[in-house]
């Protein structure tokens, strides 16, 4: 794999933490839980709150070897159509930095699937903004 494709590879297992998303592994056991981080040298995977069969887990930690699959359970979050919106209220002022998953508004307040970061009154109209993204893409999903 080039640089590029693996830092790509990497960014898109980044959106999966925090997130349900379901594991199998390459003898077909299904692991179900949230994706609390990776080891990006081996791919190797903490789950919390899992759900094996019957029987459920604080913790799980998978060696990457193992992995066949990781499935995410969940719409993505679309930051993308997010910065599009915002771009139509500020316009010439918004900056979607894919790779990173950060969406800039006049330099100053920083937007994440997680939310929005900075102060004073464009600060309230970009978190407005965004509630209202989040609950429109909540319906649809």
């Known amino acids: 794999m080039s640089l590029t494709t693996t830092r790509k590879y990497i960014n898109e297992l980044n959106n999966f933490i925090d997130r349900n998303v379901k594991v199998i592994t390459i003898r077909g056991a299904i692991y179900e839980g949230k994706l609390l981080g990776f080891d990006a040298s081996n791919l190797s ?23 066949s699959e990781i499935l995410l359970k969940e719409k993505p979050f679309d930051l993308k159509g997010l910065s599009e919106r915002l771009s139509k ?53």
């Open 45 to 67: 995977v903490c789950l919390g709150d899992v759900v094996v069969g019957n029987e459920k887990y604080a913790r799980v930690i998978i060696r990457g070897d193992a992995i």
């Open 89 to 141: 209220v500020f316009p010439n002022m918004v900056k979607y930095y894919e790779d990173a998953g950060v969406i800039t508004v006049m330099d100053r307040i920083k937007v994440t699937a997680k939310g929005v970061e900075g102060s004073g009154p464009m600060f309230e109209r970009v978190k407005k903004i965004y509630e209202q993204y989040v609950m429109e893409q909540t319906s649809e999903g």
